[in-house]
């Protein structure tokens, strides 16, 4: 079992930044590939970022161009989202997931990968 607990979601304005952290507990972090979805209201939820298990692969979806950077700390049980330029369509609640999956170097974008996830944290970027 592990619980994934985010943090540093808020308020900001269009063009600002933000770093989303997951903390992880439970069983040993690095195992497990990790991932950060999000929802907005009224949509479905989306694959944003993923990293594999020892942090060489990352891997984000296409619409982010270049703005967000996924990152890990294996010793601190923690997994980032630096999230830069902002815009009001990334509102949305974040998730981060983790994928016991037994490859060093997969990530996985579909969310039926991803077997235990975090609460969420809002994320609000005003225009």
């Known amino acids: 079992q592990v619980q994934l607990v985010e943090s540093g979601g808020g308020l900001v304005q269009a063009g600002g930044s933000l770093r989303l952290s997951c903390a992880a507990s439970?069983?040993?972090?690095?195992?497990?590939?990790m991932g950060w979805f999000r929802q907005a209201p009224g949509k479905e939820r989306e694959f944003v970022a993923a990293?594999?298990?020892?942090?060489?692969?990352?891997y984000y979806a296409e619409f982010l161009n270049g703005r967000f950077t996924i990152s890990r700390e294996n010793a601190k049980n923690t997994v980032y989202l630096q999230m830069n330029s902002l815009k009001p369509e990334d509102t949305a609640v974040y998730y981060c997931?983790?994928?016991?999956?037994?490859?060093?170097?997969?990530?996985?974008?579909?969310?039926?990968?991803?077997?235990?996830w975090g609460q969420g944290t809002q994320v609000t970027v005003s225009s």
């Open positions: 439970g069983r040993t972090f690095s195992r497990y590939a």
């Open positions: 997931a983790a994928d016991s999956t037994l490859s060093e170097i997969v990530v996985n974008t579909m969310e039926r990968e991803y077997e235990y």
């Open positions: 990293i594999s298990r020892s942090g060489i692969i990352p």
